[in-house]
């Protein structure tokens, strides 16, 4: 579980992790606000594929990116099941489930897969900045432009925290097993509430013990930050080609219409 979330493989050396943080986040910006801007689903698709061969470049396997992948993709097809039965006016084809008829709208198929595109395309760009880049880098580069300092703080925090709470959840996951707390549907619905409730009070219980302790060690509301290098030239260099290479296609979609 815990190799889903992990900075092991963002502290691994090769091309992409070696690349200044800063250069990166600067890349990654530019590259979501042309997959939500793009006016079809070409520019979002070619976007996670260009990621998907990085991130496979680099000796990421191919589990551990669907593993990754599988929540985004599941959304993208919520919103593609939702918007092709709900929206529209031009049916394209009927479906029958369990006795219901229903029709394909063709807007609604063409805004779902516009949607669930987007979703791809902008998880992929996330899952490549998180494979290549220790989220410590992320959030110190994040202050060097100029981000609220409480978020950023908040952030860091939410960040630490999550493992405190995966590994809380997984022994009391474990104990509910070992006790056969999942042997029917029922009483596997019964221990996953009393699991999400006694992880909800254990994060309660953290946040006031961690505020304990950080006031006990002298906490006045203001995180320091060690200072960043100076940023490499080469690596801002690429970093707005690849912002000018994204923004061009992105007007080329616009005028092809794709």
Same mark, same amino acid.
């Given at each position: 579980?815990? !190799?889903?979330?992990?900075?092991?493989?963002?502290?691994?050396?090769? $091309?992409? /992790?070696? *690349?200044?943080? &800063?250069?990166?986040?600067?890349?990654? =910006?530019? #590259?979501?606000? +042309?997959?939500? +801007? =793009?006016?079809?689903?070409?520019?979002?698709? +070619? @976007?996670?594929?260009?990621?998907?061969?990085?991130?496979?470049?680099?000796?990421?396997?191919?589990?551990?990116?669907?593993? $990754?992948?599988?929540?985004?993709?599941?959304?993208?097809?919520?919103?593609?099941?939702?918007? *092709?039965?709900?929206?529209?006016? /031009?049916? @394209?084809?009927?479906?029958?489930?369990?006795?219901? #008829?229903?029709?394909?709208?063709? !807007?609604?198929?063409?805004?779902?897969?516009?949607?669930?595109?987007?979703?791809?395309?902008? #998880?992929?760009?996330?899952?490549?900045?998180?494979?290549? #880049?220790?989220?410590?880098?992320?959030?110190?580069?994040?202050?060097?432009?100029?981000?609220? !300092? /409480?978020?950023?703080?908040?952030?860091?925090?939410?960040? $630490?925290?999550?493992?405190?709470?995966?590994? +809380?959840?997984?022994? *009391?996951?474990?104990?509910?097993?070992?006790?056969?707390?999942?042997?029917?549907? &029922?009483?596997?619905?019964?221990?996953?509430?009393?699991?999400?409730?006694?992880?909800?009070?254990?994060?309660?219980?953290? =946040?006031?013990?961690?505020?304990?302790?950080?006031?006990?060690?002298?906490?006045?509301?203001?995180?320091?930050?060690?200072?960043?290098?100076?940023?490499?030239?080469?690596?801002?260099?690429? =970093?707005? @080609?690849?912002?000018?290479?994204?923004?061009?296609?992105?007007?080329? @979609?616009? &005028?092809?219409?794709?």
């Amino acid at each position: 579980m815990f !190799e889903l979330f992990s900075d092991i493989y963002a502290d691994r050396g090769n $091309r992409f /992790t070696r *690349m200044d943080a &800063r250069a990166k986040l600067f890349a990654a =910006a530019a #590259t979501l606000a +042309a997959v939500i +801007a =793009a006016p079809g689903p070409a520019l979002p698709i +070619a @976007v996670w594929t260009l990621c998907v061969m990085a991130l496979l470049s680099i000796r990421i396997g191919v589990k551990m990116i669907a593993l $990754r992948m599988t929540p985004a993709i599941s959304m993208a097809a919520v919103l593609l099941a939702v918007n *092709m039965f709900m929206l529209g006016v /031009t049916p @394209v084809v009927q479906v029958t489930i369990g006795g219901w #008829t229903l029709n394909v709208m063709k !807007e609604g198929l063409h805004q779902g897969g516009l949607l669930a595109a987007r979703v791809v395309g902008a #998880t992929g760009v996330l899952l490549f900045l998180g494979f290549t #880049t220790p989220a410590h880098r992320i959030f110190a580069a994040l202050r060097w432009y100029g981000a609220p !300092e /409480t978020w950023v703080e908040l952030a860091i925090s939410v960040y $630490r925290h999550i493992f405190t709470l995966i590994d +809380a959840a997984s022994d *009391m996951y474990s104990a509910q097993r070992v006790r056969l707390g999942y042997t029917g549907a &029922r009483r596997a619905v019964g221990s996953a509430g009393v699991l999400a409730g006694s992880v909800l009070l254990r994060s309660l219980e953290q =946040a006031s013990r961690t505020h304990e302790a950080m006031v006990a060690r002298g906490y006045s509301g203001n995180t320091v930050m060690g200072p960043l290098p100076p940023l490499v030239k080469t690596d801002a260099a690429a =970093a707005l @080609v690849w912002a000018a290479c994204v923004l061009s296609a992105l007007g080329a @979609v616009w &005028r092809l219409g794709i």
